[in-house]
């Protein structure tokens, strides 16, 4: 795709492999959201024509997102974004039942740290980077009220057994509600198929081609009596999230998921064939390069690698001056790389965890980007390590 290049000029020569940071947004939801910057502004709630425009906008995205995520559009919650639909849905059930949490600790910290704050049972994971079932299994009981297991892991990208979870949580905690953090999964599986079964579900605009700071929380109907407001104000989003809706975001947010949705198909196929292309490429170029996560466990768009004695923090430096932008196992907000929690979950010990890159790929990326990034990423690594790029 065309991009911003170091030097901030639009189509210099560059690769973006950061989609699961955030992704561009699609043509279609900066389309569909303009209106509502502009001339159609007015505040739903109200009671006048322009306001009554609103309502319907915001009432044809609840249909549309409903739709996509497989459920009735009186269950969508729009909410700030990932990370609020994540404390929502932990923060909300604990804060109306009480009981136990349990989770996996390779979750984001807006599900962990929401988690651990109200005393919650970590389960750890396999060293491929899925969650434990057998520590699941052993993890739950008659106190749990909700079990919380991400669909798509942000870092590693391994896909999360659901169906296998949900099956242990009706089996051994029959009160337990489940709770799965989707944010990653929109652009790559088939929600409102995969999920039928979770009681919420977390999404967020910004990594499927919407706008950032917009996402939403599915509440099914089992799940409504459980959980309680962790925000008091109006009574917007059945009470469980008041505040002004963000019609331009949530309008912007449907016509991203519709149009993910209905490409699903081709962009995984294409895009597993470009990360594919890209690992291939690395493997044959940077000896010793290791693949974090089997490929067939992980989502189409994630190549997560190690460069043995190469520290992720320098081959990042060097590849972002040459325009490719990806990003070492976990950002932060200050900039600074953490030893990540995910790797730790999945037994990584002592320098290996300072050497891990996370390249992430979207719908958008190109053959291009993609060879342009392989060259980059091996010459850097060549030169951190003393060797020579491609062995000449
Ligand atoms: C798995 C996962 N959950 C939650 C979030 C938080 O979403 P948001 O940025 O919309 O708050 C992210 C964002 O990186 C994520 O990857």
């Known amino acids: 795709m065309e991009h911003s290049g170091p030097d901030g000029r639009t189509g210099s020569r560059g690769a973006y492999l950061d989609h699961a940071a955030t992704t561009p947004m699609r043509a279609e939801a900066v389309a569909a959201m303009l209106p509502y910057c502009t001339a159609e502004f007015a505040n739903p709630s109200g009671v006048h024509a322009a306001a009554r425009r609103a309502r319907r906008a915001l009432d044809d995205a609840r249909d549309e997102m409903a739709s996509v995520l497989g459920c009735a559009p009186g269950e969508v919650v729009f909410t700030s974004g990932g ?36 005393g919650a049972r970590i389960v750890g994971v396999t060293a491929q980077g899925v969650v434990d079932l057998d520590a699941l299994a052993l993890a739950l009981d008659e106190t749990a009220t909700l079990v919380s297991v991400m669909a798509v892991n942000n870092e590693v990208g391994t896909v999360q057994p659901l169906d296998d979870v949900v099956a242990s949580v009706r089996r051994a905690a029959p009160r337990a509600l489940v709770h799965s953090d989707a944010v990653q999964a929109v652009v790559w599986r088939d929600v409102a198929v995969e999920l039928a079964e979770c009681d919420l579900v977390s999404v967020s605009a910004h990594k499927f081609g919407g706008p950032k700071g917009v996402g939403a929380l599915v509440v099914r109907r089992r799940a409504v009596g459980a959980l309680g407001a962790i925000c008091a104000g109006g009574g917007q989003e059945r009470g469980l999230r008041p505040g002004t809706e963000n019609v331009a975001g949530i309008v912007a947010m449907a016509a991203a998921a519709r149009a993910t949705v209905d490409e699903r198909a081709g962009a995984c196929a294409r895009t597993r064939r470009l990360r594919d292309r890209f690992l291939d490429g690395l493997t044959e170029a940077v000896p010793g390069m290791v693949e974090s996560a089997p490929r067939d466990l992980t989502a189409p768009g994630h190549a997560h690698v190690r460069f043995p004695g190469v520290a992720a923090e320098e081959l990042l430096f060097l590849i972002d001056e040459a325009g490719v932008a990806a990003s070492a196992g976990s950002a932060c907000s200050s900039g600074a790389i953490e030893p990540s929690h995910v790797l730790r979950a999945m037994g990584w010990r002592g320098p290996a965890v300072r050497e891990a890159v996370r390249f992430t790929l979207g719908p958008a990326t190109t053959e291009a980007e993609i060879d342009f990034a392989a060259d980059v990423v091996a010459a850097a690594a060549a030169s951190l390590t003393g060797l020579d790029a491609m062995g000449d």
């Open 83 to 118: 990370t609020e639909a994540d404390n929502l849905a932990v923060l909300g059930v604990h804060g109306r039942v009480g009981g136990l949490v349990v989770t996996s600790a390779i979750e984001h910290d807006a599900v962990l740290n929401p988690a651990r704050r109200v």
